[in-house]
Nanobody, 123 residues
Framework: QVQLVESGGELVQPGDSLRLSCAASGRTSIPFYMAWFRQAPGKEREFVASISLTGGSTAYIDSVKGRFTISRDRARNTVYLQMNSLKPGDTAIYYC????????????????WGQGTQVTVSS
């Protein structure tokens, strides 16, 4: 079992930056692929970014490429999502997810989920 806890979400203005964190606990000796998803009101949960076991490979949804960066600190069992140039369209609950099988982009690829952290971008 792995427990994931996100933090860092808050209300910010368009153009601001924010860094989300996802701390893993439990069986962290097992290597996990990690990802961030988000869900806006009335919409389905969508893939945002993923990172490989070593951190050497990352993937992003087109709408955040060049603005968001996913990274991981394996010593701290933490994954980060640096979000720059935030837009109102980025408003959503952001979820951290983990799995042992693949660096996927679908919710069904991931076995473990955090409770989410709210990001609101508004002037």
């Amino acid at each position: 079992q792995v427990q994931l806890v996100e933090s860092g979400g808050e209300l910010v203005q368009p153009g601001d930056s924010l860094r989300l964190s996802c701390a893993a606990s439990g069986r962290t000796s097992i290597p996990f692929y990690m990802a961030w998803f988000r869900q806006a009101p009335g919409k389905e949960r969508e893939f945002v970014a993923s990172i490989s076991l070593t951190g050497g490979s990352t993937a992003y949804i087109d709408s955040v490429k060049g603005r968001f960066t996913i990274s991981r600190d394996r010593a701290r069992n933490t994954v980060y999502l640096q979000m720059n140039s935030l837009k109102p369209g980025d408003t959503a609950i952001y979820y951290c997810a983990a799995n042992t099988n693949r660096q996927g982009i679908y919710t069904n690829d991931y076995n473990y989920w955090g409770q989410g952290t709210q990001v609101t971008v508004s002037s």
